[in-house]
């Protein structure tokens, strides 16, 4: 075995989603030095992995990064493609291009009869992804961080951190693209990780990334437990749920009782809470995003397309 071989062993020892989940899968590939390492480790792993980028559009010279992940896999011997996604600048431009790149990955896959998609985010970024819902005044979903798997979308390395990973990127002799956003300041997760963790790291004398990983993970296990209270809670009180039964939850299994039963797309803090008030029939109805309508109809809870007051 090459020293390579093992340092990439020893990466996956670290990383047991990997052996969790079979082959072919779609690998999210920027040409950033953690998607790089995802992709040789997924083909380490006999994932039988495509690497597909996605260009944003957002930069002069964004499509020729292309190279940058044709190369990288031509090296590994595995497919590589690019796709082109239209993102306008303005305000939320992170969450609307990562929306924007998860609907281009989930289309490859649906073309290639791919069933699982990869990501690159380390542990790192889910510490960063704490402190973001935090400061945002997110309640336990957003806390627990991003999940290892969520329906097609796979997140291995998030019990690896992003300094080993790069590490393994250079020990390939690889050259990974450097995004100039992530200097920017101006976006909120880059200042956290330039600023704000180092700043919390020195003052509390401890490295905290591990330990804000470690909350998340607690935080979703509970999440997920009332997420099941919630969804057997709904169930009970039938389809359209019947509002007697809604108004004997207690507190804390309504509010997602609420949030399971409007659906997609999802509702925030302020729609819950007035979505509370039709439960306890303080107000008539509340509007939800996508253009929906929640009210009491014949002593049920009824969620309408296209209908407002």
Avoid: K
Avoid at 12 to 28: E, I, Q, R, S, W
Avoid at 134 to 150: D, K, Q
Avoid at 183 to 211: E, N, Y
Avoid at 284 to 300: D, F, M, Q, S
Wanted: net charge neutral.
């Amino acid at each position: 075995m090459s020293e390579l071989d093992a340092r990439l062993d020893a990466v996956l020892a670290t990383a047991p989603v990997f052996a969790t989940v079979d082959g072919p899968v779609v690998v999210g590939c920027s040409g950033g030095p953690d998607s790089l390492a995802l992709l040789a480790l997924a083909v380490r792993a006999g994932w039988q992995p495509t690497a597909v980028h996605v260009d944003h559009g957002l930069r002069p010279g964004s499509a020729t990064e292309f190279a940058v992940v044709e190369a990288a896999a031509r090296a590994c011997g595995v497919s590589a493609c690019t796709v082109r996604v239209d993102v306008e600048s303005g305000p939320n431009l992170e969450a609307r291009a990562r929306d924007a790149r998860l609907a281009a990955l989930s289309s490859v896959a649906d073309e290639l009869g791919i069933d699982h998609i990869a990501l690159a985010h380390t542990l790192d970024d889910q510490a960063e992804t704490v402190l973001m819902a935090v400061v945002r005044g997110s309640g336990t979903p957003g806390l627990s961080a991003m999940a290892a798997r969520r329906g097609r979308f796979v997140r291995p390395l998030l019990g690896v951190r992003r300094s080993d990973v790069r590490a393994l990127v250079a020990e390939l002799g690889w050259t990974a693209v450097d995004d100039p956003m992530n200097h920017d300041d101006q976006f909120l997760r880059v200042w956290m990780r330039s600023t704000l963790l180092p700043l919390l790291d020195a003052r509390t004398g401890r490295d905290l990334a591990p330990v804000l990983a470690r909350q998340a993970a607690l935080v979703r296990s509970e999440s997920e437990y009332l997420d099941r209270l919630a969804a057997a809670a709904l169930d009970a009180a039938g389809s359209p749920p019947r509002v007697r039964d809604l108004v004997a939850l207690d507190h804390v299994v309504l509010r997602r009782v609420v949030r399971l039963w409007c659906g997609a797309p999802p509702i925030g803090g302020r729609a819950v809470e007035a979505a509370l008030e039709v439960v306890a029939g303080a107000r008539v109805a509340v509007e939800l995003p996508g253009g929906r309508t929640l009210r009491r109809r014949h002593g049920c809870l009824v969620v309408e397309t296209g209908v407002t007051d």
